[in-house]
């Protein structure tokens, strides 16, 4: 039996450190360990610092509570491990408030324990100054489970509340309890309510228990929806009023249900039950062909809360915390139907999902919002609250609610209806704009410890990331050079002998490829040459991956010392080959060589037939389970499609372009969920764990999404009804927003590898500027750092380091104009890369803006040359300009 939670506590030990040590001691990472009247202070020197303490007995059938008052300025990853001895996974894992202050962190243990339980702090991982005032032990009384009882079919009676249409869903009232409605969807049932919902009220020491279908309940319905209430008394005369008011909603498939609770006494109440539907219940069961929880469950027909991407207790996932749910969204799909509930968040309101149900064994899934919400008065995953919610006589409360549903077989149409219905969060704006984002950024590459003179490395974390040459650093920071204003002299003096060193540090024969950035553009070999012994190293590098592909395209997973695989339900995933799929396709385009190209179009059929309509997982095999749904996947196989697209023009992969982009939108915020700063369109890595320890919930990971939010912007092009710019606008918002600030000079301009929502803290690895100033153009509108265009009658392709825009072919050839090199239009040289011309060498023709056209000499300012099979145009360019492209008669 699950267990819920006593409000009251008994401490069985407080350790105060005040008046002493009391058995605590330190690793050979902690330095200078001594106390005062302001309790332990010591030094963390190492990566790995702890304290621990003396064994104490504890009760088998409590749940314990470990408070913990301490101040740090070491980084924000704390741990508290348990037990008889200490091991992985036996530990609670905390956000630490760095800013030097005193904080106390309530820290919940749900396992057992039991005699000789001893505990140690890991309070960081990096060097730092730690104080802790105190350490407290509670036990805490636990109280049943609701008594719930089997969900079953509702009477059907003669008269009822009615029905409430809209577009191919329906909500009918069948019986005359306040519960007793079918949900269908396109004439199928896809779900009932749940007839005996109860509403627990505390009284001393017990909780009473009201089944809301047994008081008197009163149904109306006029000409636009339907109103029903219950009237419950409880013991101690308190009457009670549940009201529902359900109508249909602003958009076809959606119906707005508003819930009203009152009482005519103060009450403390333990359990509201706001409404539970049970999907599949007397029809489809316990199967599914997916299903959705927002931040925390995205699955095919497997069991939600499993153990094959976390195996802690976190993986329980049925009553989360608001802070892990990036949207507000539940939803089950099957039999070519879907059904979702979208909710208003509050702290009365918080939502309950399991598939298959196994809190009501309905032998259906369970999706509903019940009370009050994870939080001050409740834990994760308990179905009632650890401490009374207050009730004041006669003010109400309320919670409002939509039911969705529609045709698919995949929870994308559920996240697209969301989007339909509560809109988009509004882009962050970033102090300053883009000059400030960009002296921000420059700042990073140039004094940060990212760079070592001329050498770069990923990321700054201690010694694990080695400084290499980096094309692409010097291309940014080129970027930067040419779009600062000119009063920022020294800053740009900087870059500029920062990028001549960054040249001339990469080795011969490297030919403008590599780098450190997660969105790597083929934008360096069309600032600084090369680009021949680029493209031949790309196509070379593509016959290779294509060996990676089976003859039916799958890339089988091979498990190193760790076997990531051991928990999926097969030896691959569409997200595992989608990096080397990615740039497959990607060098296809650069050399147009036709027999890449067909072989590239082949696998990417391949990856069709394989996977459409699946759940995206797989892309982070490096420590991530093979089975996690992964928002790499997502924004790796959505550029495979529009890169596809781009080379053949097929709609076909258009459409699965927005497919793979839809899945990616639920590991994206589009709700606030503190009230910080951070927290709009950050985006979560994984539904998942590290090595199946490290939970990732409710943790932001930007620099995954911003390779999802790159992929976006390609996609944008080409579906521009879509929400992606807007989205991939706000990824890269917000990962401004999380950059290292000035006043952290060693970090300054570095993107954290992850943030602690709750506490605002970075953490993690400090990772270059270039994954976030990929896409900076885009936000501020100043152009791109990379385009690629077809031209369908010529069969070829142009790849700029910057916007093309304005596109024009006949049988004769094309127009296009060209934005120039960084955001400023400055004068600087560039080239344009035409892959794929076919003819004889055409006539160009260069108009810059004021000035006469300018027919371009052949071998002059145009080359033409063969790589790969595949026949390149490289035309040498300044500044913005309109180039015209014409066959020249033989």
């Not at 709700?671 to 764990?689: F, K, S």
């Not at 090199?821 to 344009?832: L, T, V």
């Amino acid at each position: 039996m699950l267990l819920a939670l006593r409000a009251d506590a008994r401490t069985v030990i407080e350790w105060d450190f005040s008046g002493g040590m009391h058995g605590w001691k330190g690793n050979h990472h902690v330095t200078d360990l001594t106390y005062s009247r302001r309790g332990l202070s010591f030094t963390s020197t190492g990566v790995d610092p702890w304290i621990e303490g003396p064994a104490i007995d504890l009760r088998i059938d409590r749940i314990i509570k470990v408070t913990v008052r301490m101040h740090s300025n070491a980084n924000s990853t704390g741990e508290l491990f348990y037990g008889t001895h200490f091991q992985a996974g036996h530990s609670v894992r905390f956000a630490v408030n760095n800013d030097a202050d005193w904080h106390e962190y309530e820290l919940i243990i749900m396992e057992p324990l039991g005699s000789n339980t001893r505990f140690r702090l890991d309070p960081a991982t990096s060097e730092g100054r730690i104080g802790v005032a105190f350490i407290r032990v509670d036990e805490l009384t636990q109280w049943d489970d609701p008594p719930y009882s089997a969900p079953v079919r509702p009477e059907p009676a003669t008269t009822t509340a009615g029905a409430v249409t809209s577009g191919l869903l329906e909500l009918r009232y069948v019986g005359t309890g306040i519960g007793d409605f079918t949900i269908d969807v396109d004439n199928r049932e896809m779900a009932l309510g749940y007839s005996n919902e109860l509403l627990g009220v505390l009284f001393g020491d017990v909780i009473e228990w009201l089944d809301i279908n047994d008081g008197s309940v009163t149904g109306q319905s006029d000409s636009d929806g339907v109103i029903v209430t219950a009237y419950l008394n409880d013991s101690g005369g308190g009457a009670w009023e549940i009201r529902r008011e359900i109508r249909p909603g602003p958009i076809d498939g959606a119906i707005t249900m508003d819930v009203r609770i009152r009482v005519d006494a103060d009450r403390d109440v333990m359990c509201i039950p706001w409404l539970t539907i049970l999907a599949g219940m007397g029809t489809f069961g316990p199967t599914k062909s997916q299903a959705l929880l927002a931040g925390l469950e995205y699955l095919s027909d497997e069991p939600g809360s499993s153990e094959a991407d976390i195996s802690t207790l976190e993986h329980v996932r049925r009553v989360p915390d608001p802070v892990k749910v990036t949207f507000p969204l539940m939803a089950i799909s099957a039999e070519g139907r879907y059904i979702g509930l979208v909710w208003e968040p509050s702290r009365w309101a918080g939502p309950m999902f399991d598939s298959p149900d196994r809190i009501f064994n309905s032998g259906a899934h369970v999706m509903g919002l019940t009370g009050p919400a994870v939080g001050e008065n409740r834990f994760e995953n308990d179905l009632l609250a650890h401490t009374p919610i207050k009730l004041t006589a006669n003010e109400p409360i309320t919670a409002r609610l939509w039911i969705i549903g529609g045709q698919d077989d995949t929870a994308v149409p559920a996240v697209q209806a969301y989007v339909d219905l509560r809109g988009l969060p509004i882009v962050p704006q970033f102090e300053g704009g883009l000059q400030s984002a960009a002296q921000l950024l420059a700042h990073g590459w140039v004094y940060s410890k990212i760079r070592q003179g001329g050498l770069f490395r990923h990321a700054v974390w201690n010694d694990r990331f080695g400084a290499v040459p980096a094309p692409d650093a010097a291309m940014f920071m080129d970027w930067l050079a040419v779009s600062l204003h000119e009063a920022d002299v020294e800053l740009i003096a900087e870059l500029h002998m920062a990028i001549d060193h960054a040249l001339t540090s990469i080795p011969q024969g490297r030919h403008m490829d590599g780098g450190v950035s997660h969105v790597r553009p083929p934008t360096a070999p069309l600032l600084f040459g090369d680009i021949e012994a680029f493209v031949q190293r790309r196509y070379d590098a593509a016959i290779d991956l294509l060996e990676q592909f089976d003859a039916n395209g799958v890339k089988i997973y091979r498990p190193g010392e760790i076997d990531y695989g051991s928990t999926h339900f097969t030896h691959h995933a569409n997200g595992y080959g989608a990096a080397a799929l990615v740039s497959i396709l990607e060098s296809a385009t650069l050399s147009a060589d036709p027999e890449l190209i067909e072989s590239a179009l082949e696998l990417l059929d391949k990856q069709t037939l394989l996977y459409t309509n699946t759940v995206p997982r797989g892309a982070q095999t490096w420590e991530i389970p093979l089975h996690t749904p992964d928002i790499l996947a997502s924004g790796r196989l959505a550029k495979a499609y529009a890169l596809g697209h781009i080379l053949s023009a097929r709609r076909d992969y258009l459409d699965q372009a927005r497919y793979w982009a839809w899945t990616g939108v639920p590991f994206v915020y589009l709700v606030n969920p503190t009230e910080g700063r951070i927290g709009p369109y950050a985006t979560i890595p994984v539904y998942g764990a590290t090595n199946w320890k490290g939970p990732w919930f409710g943790r932001p990971v930007q620099w995954c999404g911003l390779v999802y939010a790159s992929s976006l912007h390609m996609l944008s092009r080409y579906d521009p009804d879509g929400p992606w710019l807007q989205i991939a606008k706000g990824i890269t918002a917000s990962g401004l927003q999380m950059t290292w600030p000035p006043e952290d000079p060693g970090r300054v301009g570095l993107l954290p590898d992850f943030i602690w929502l709750k506490s605002q803290n970075r953490d993690g690895p400090a990772i270059n500027p270039g994954t976030t100033q990929a896409h900076l153009p885009e936000l501020f509108g100043a152009g791109k750092i990379y385009d690629v265009r077809r031209l369908t009658m010529h069969d070829c392709l142009i790849h700029a380091p910057c916007a093309i825009r304005n596109v024009t072919e006949d049988k004769t050839g094309a127009s296009f104009t060209v934005d120039g090199w960084g955001a400023a239009q400055s004068p600087e040289n560039y080239h344009i890369l035409v892959s794929g011309w076919d003819g004889p060498t055409p006539n160009v023709t260069i108009l810059h803006a004021g000035q006469r056209p300018d027919l371009v000499p052949n071998g002059s300012s145009i080359r033409r040359i063969f790589v790969a099979g595949g026949e390149l145009l490289i035309i040498h360019l300044k500044g913005p300009a309109r180039i015209q492209i014409t066959e020249r008669m033989q």
